[in-house]
């Protein structure tokens, strides 16, 4: 059975960096997608971009400029980085794997972050 | 691009169906066959419902269905029951600069 376990820090001021990490157990990360979905209180899902085994990745365009999601296929994971957030950064947010766009088939059990000074 | 739009809500009583519209674009719905659903009860991850427009995945109940219309998709719910009150998204493949677009979810209420 597939499982995603994600970590990372839950409470960070404007200006810092996010960062959160993603396992994968009972799976390989060959022949798939890795995703970073964010969900802000009482809104609704964003995509916010996509790695596969190779390292290739893709991103949601809005988030570009601050974003690097990177993969570590030694340790079945793979990790978000956002720079310089804002307290519009504040959400839930989840890791995914997608066998392809936009078919996601497992989740993690979500992460909340909170950006406050 | 914006995300994809759905109603805010719909309400349905047990045994009834209801049906979810997500509607989009030419250029996400109406021009790719890629569109999934997901529920998402309080507090938890969402849950693929319908993928590739219509196709459920192992352990979906087929009270659960999904089409396509141009650029409307839709989430169909029949023999409503208590526990699918819960919140949906759609969600569409938008080609190779915008990639995915959800829609705002709907919440369903059983009445």
């Known amino acids: 059975q597939v499982q995603l376990q994600q970590w990372g820090a839950g409470l960070l001021k404007p200006s810092e960096t996010l960062s959160l990490t993603c396992a994968v157990y009972?799976?390989?990360?060959?022949?798939?997608?890795w995703m970073w979905i964010r969900q802000s209180p009482g809104k609704g899902l964003e995509w916010i971009g996509a790695?596969?085994?190779?390292?290739?990745?893709n991103y949601n365009p809005s988030l570009k400029s601050r974003l690097t999601i990177s993969i570590d296929t030694s340790k079945n994971q793979f990790s978000l980085k956002l720079t310089s957030v804002t307290a519009a950064d504040t959400a839930v947010y989840y890791c995914?794997?997608?066998?392809?766009?936009?078919?996601?088939?497992?989740w993690g059990q979500g992460t909340l972050v909170t950006v406050s000074s | 691009q914006s995300a994809l739009t759905q109603p805010r809500s719909v309400s349905g009583s047990p045994g009834q169906s209801v049906t979810i519209s997500c509607t989009g674009t030419?250029?996400?719905?109406?021009?790719?066959?890629?569109v999934s659903w997901y529920q998402q009860h309080p507090g938890k991850a969402p849950k693929v419902l319908i993928y590739d427009v219509s196709a459920r995945p192992t352990g979906v109940p087929d009270r659960f269905s999904g089409s396509k219309s141009g650029n409307t998709a839709s989430l169909t719910i029949s023999g409503l029951q208590a526990e699918d009150e819960a919140d949906y998204y759609c969600?569409?493949?938008?080609?190779?600069?915008?990639?995915?677009?959800f829609g705002g979810g709907t919440k369903l209420t059983v009445l």
């Open positions: 030419s250029s996400d719905i109406g021009f790719y066959n890629f």
């Open positions: 969600c569409s493949y938008a080609g190779t600069y915008t990639f995915v677009l």
């Open positions: 790695i596969n085994q190779s390292g290739t990745t």
């Open positions: 009972g799976d390989s990360f060959s022949g798939y997608y």
């Open positions: 995914a794997r997608g066998p392809y766009y936009p078919h996601l088939d497992y």
